[in-house]
């Protein structure tokens, strides 16, 4: 057996050598297409009123306002984030419109960046209803990207790479979840420098 | 607008709304970006997932850049990486989702003793703390050298130097542990 700092020192180069794997050309045009997507979603104006779109939000946020007061216990609960509460009802609205949407690969890229966003922002007590508002709108949204990568014919989408939407969702909700929390240094997208050290 | 042949003028046209600045970036940083996250995640499905993610909160930040310059571009996508990499590393650890599995049908050559050895250096790596993990991708994975990782840093190069040191000390007691419970 080697010395442990030599062992140490290959270890890193073997390290080095395992992630100089080439890109996947399919994966790299998948990101691509969602990059694409998401520009086109986030430039593009939104002017127009839609009064499918505009029902659809209300009663979403009526339910929101509905059911979330109702789940709280009695005694001193914590409220959920409003941030993560508005972002996971505007990503709940986005996702009802995408079956009938010819939008629907973009309104559900934009509804899953909506849910990692307000992933971010969910407290750590994971008993906390908003908790479960997430996860129930995650669910939703793994089955409704199923749905419309089903309906959606192959020569619509000629190139390859039906899952566009789908991998830039946090991963489906499995096992019971431990109480850590997601990312406090940031997880924001331009957040500062990377710096503190232990 | 033209097609932009270098970074600022790919930033520029990608914050006009251009695709083809997007474009431009997406095919100039997706390497690097990539290579960042595959240090972190056996499977190269994690690590593609991740690099996309990056790419599409990159679009919705893009106006919080100041900056068209080289270096700091450079250091802004890693930063979104970086920032990528802690969540999906946490989201696993709170899903109990093993982030060492070598993934399914890949070579069987990979499961030499290389891949292993690099697969103890990521579990290793998940004892250390974010900014530990980052300059040690930076300077053994990217070959960036002290100078640029504190330029992206904003911090002496001292101070990186240092973050180094106590990194690998680290890491190596953490290799320690691995090997030992191997054994």
């Known amino acids: 057996m080697s010395e442990p700092h030599t062992k140490v020192q290959e270890a890193l180069d073997a390290w080095r ?53 109702s789940q709280f216990p009695t005694k001193n609960h914590t ?23 010819p939008h629907a690969q973009q309104l559900l890229t934009s509804a899953a960046t909506l ?3 307000a992933h971010q922002q969910l407290p750590q007590d994971h008993s906390a209803p908003v908790w479960k508002q997430w996860e129930d709108t995650q669910k939703e949204l793994v089955t409704t990207e199923r749905e419309v990568e089903h309906e959606s014919s192959p020569s619509v989408s000629a190139s390859p790479s039906p ?20 990312s406090s240094d940031g997880g924001g997208d331009a957040g500062s420098g990377g710096g503190q050290d232990n | 607008m033209p ?29 690097m970006v990539l290579r ?22 990159a679009s919705r930040s893009l106006s919080s850049l100041r900056s068209v310059s080289e270096p700091v571009v450079e250091a802004w996508f890693l930063r979104i990486a970086k920032y990528r990499v802690v969540d999906e590393i946490r989201r696993a650890q709170r899903f109990r989702r093993p982030l060492g599995e070598i993934e399914e049908g890949e070579d069987p050559a990979d499961l030499a003793e290389g891949a ?25 994975v990217l070959d960036h050298s002290l100078e640029r990782v504190a330029e992206a840093w904003g911090k002496p190069v001292g101070a990186v130097k240092a973050l180094q040191h106590r990194a690998l000390a680290r890491l190596t007691r953490e290799l320690d542990k691995v090997w030992g419970d191997k054994e």
Request: net charge positive.
């Open chain 1, 79 to 101: 409220l959920p984030p409003t941030l993560a509460t508005n972002e996971i009802s505007l990503a709940a609205s986005y996702i009802a419109q995408a079956p009938t949407s």
């Open chain 1, 17 to 69: 050598r395992a992630t100089d794997r080439q890109p996947r050309p399919e994966a790299q045009e998948r990101a691509r297409r969602a990059l694409l997507a998401s520009v086109g979603a986030y430039s593009s104006p939104r002017t127009i009123f839609s009064p499918r779109r505009a029902l659809a939000f209300v009663l979403i946020a009526a339910m929101v306002l509905f059911l979330v007061p």
């Open chain 2, 116 to 140: 292993i050895l690099a697969q103890h250096v990521r579990v290793a790596l998940l004892s250390l703390n974010d900014a530990q993990r980052d300059v040690l991708v930076r300077r053994f």
């Open chain 2, 36 to 57: 960042y996250t595959q240090a972190h995640f056996a499977r190269q499905g994690d690590a593609e997932d991740v690099v996309q993610e990056v790419f599409v909160s």
């Open chain 1, 163 to 182: 899952t566009t939407a789908s991998s830039t969702t946090p991963k489906p909700v499995e096992g019971s979840p431990s109480p850590s929390r997601t």
């Open chain 2, 3 to 31: 097609v932009p042949n270098n970074v600022s003028d790919a930033v520029i046209a990608a914050k006009a709304g251009s695709a083809d600045g997007w474009e431009w970036l997406f095919a100039h940083f997706y390497p």
């Open chain 1, 115 to 117: 849910l990692a966003k």
